[in-house]
């Protein structure tokens, strides 16, 4: 992968559609940008911290920054199928910690709370508290794909 720094300006412009999406304000030394199979990669002091046009937020960027993102906590069952690559479906569920509707970007976590997972959300929470059933959020990111294996 090709990678090189970003200008000052460019940084800024990168940081500020970051705080406008996600309300969290990185002041990182040095921010590089990776372009890879028309995929984009923005590395924050080396580490792979948003990937896509979308800048979607890398679980390492979750660790390491401390991003909180909006949350569904999910059960056993869902957490492994999740951590094969598996989109999320709503009876796997347990709790949101968000007012999610189509198109935001969420965490996924385990029931002690760890983030396994990023994903988009296909239907609303109301949808999906009323109707009980079908996929609620399309995986993008989980421990252990090959986004995931570009962090370490």
């Not at 970003?6 to 999406?21: G, P, R, V």
């Not at 996600?22 to 940008?33: A, D, F, H």
């Not at 976590?109 to 929470?125: C, F, H, P, Q, Y």
């Amino acid at each position: 992968m090709q990678r090189h720094f970003l200008s000052e300006k460019e940084t800024e412009e990168l940081l500020e559609k970051i705080k406008e999406k996600y309300n969290i304000s990185l002041s990182p030394q040095k921010v590089e940008i990776g372009k890879e199979k028309k995929e984009v990669y923005y590395f924050l002091d080396g580490v792979l911290s948003f990937f896509s046009q979308d800048l979607i937020p890398t679980l390492c960027a979750i660790y390491k920054f401390n991003i909180s993102l909006p949350s569904v906590k999910v059960d056993e069952g869902a957490v492994r199928a999740v951590l094969k690559g598996a989109d999320l479906f709503v009876p796997g569920i347990k709790e949101y910690n968000c007012n999610c509707k189509p198109g935001d970007i969420i965490a996924v976590t385990t029931m002690e709370g760890k983030a396994i997972a990023v994903m988009k959300v296909l239907i609303s929470k109301e949808d999906a508290e009323k109707e009980k059933r079908g996929k609620f959020s399309k995986n993008l990111h989980y421990l252990g794909d090959e986004i995931w294996k570009m962090c370490n």
